[in-house]
Each structure stands twice: as structure tokens, then as C-alpha cells.
């Protein structure tokens, strides 16, 4: 069965970073595409980071772009994204997902949702002082 299960989120004071973990299970994440998402109270699921199954395309949402990173750990096979100099407006349920596309750029221009099949269940980060 395949399984994504994400850890780390939390509550962080304006400017502070977090790390959030999604661990994969029933399956390996090579050939695997990459992806975080997240979704504010009221609004559309948003596409945040990605990454092609090889790591040779990375895309960031204009909104993050600077301040996120996209990893992965292939030995712990789990991904990863590190948010620095949060802001407010980054208050969300964050969601990892991943969709098997070797030899698929999948990871160019919007960051579709439709184009993942696997999810994680979500973790809440709130950034407030």
C-alpha cells in the first residue's frame, strides 16, 4: 500500500523556519515526481514545489520562490521542505504528494494538483506571534 506520512509542522513566530518530513512507504520514491502543496482556510489548493522524478527540474511557486526548498533523503526515502522567513500569509495545511513519471517533466510552469495521485495526509503550520 502506497503511503505518504508528513511530520513537522507546527506553530512559528513570523520571520522563523520549519522543516516538514513526508515519509514514503509501500513504495520507493525513485521515479517518483515530487510535489508540496497547501491549502489556506477559504481558499484553492496551492502548488508550491516540485520536482521531476530525476531532480533536473525543480519549480517553486512565485509566493515561495526564495524562501523554500524541496529535498529528499533517498536512503530514508522521504522528502522534505524547508521553509525559512515565514510569513503569516503562509498559514496552511501542508500536503506532500508524488505521482510515479519517470522520463516525465512534470514539474513545468503551474504546479497541478491533478497531476499527483499519492498524498499525505496534511500537517498544519501556522505562523503568528
Known amino acids: 500500500q502506497l503511503q505518504l506520512v508528513e511530520s513537522g509542522g507546527g506553530l512559528v513566530q513570523p520571520g522563523g523556519s520549519l522543516k516538514l518530513s513526508c515519509a514514503a512507504s509501500?513504495?520507493?520514491?525513485?521515479?517518483?515526481?515530487r510535489g508540496w502543496f497547501r491549502q489556506a482556510p477559504g481558499k484553492e489548493r496551492e502548488g508550491i514545489a516540485c520536482?521531476?522524478?530525476?531532480?533536473?527540474?525543480?519549480n517553486y511557486a512565485d509566493s515561495v520562490k526564495g524562501r523554500f526548498t524541496i529535498s529528499r533523503d533517498s536512503a530514508k526515502n522521504t522528502m522534505y521542505l524547508r521553509m525559512n522567513s515565514l510569513k503569516p500569509e503562509d498559514t496552511a495545511v501542508y500536503y506532500c504528494?508524488?505521482?510515479?513519471?519517470?522520463?516525465?517533466?512534470?514539474?513545468?510552469?503551474?504546479?497541478?494538483?491533478?497531476?499527483?495521485?499519492?498524498w499525505g495526509q496534511g500537517t498544519q503550520v501556522t505562523v503568528s506571534s
Open positions: 504528494a508524488a505521482v510515479r513519471a519517470p522520463y516525465q517533466d512534470i514539474c513545468t510552469g503551474v504546479i497541478d494538483s491533478r497531476r499527483f495521485n499519492s
Open positions: 520536482v521531476s522524478y530525476n531532480g533536473r527540474t525543480v
Open positions: 509501500g513504495f520507493t520514491l525513485d521515479f517518483y515526481a
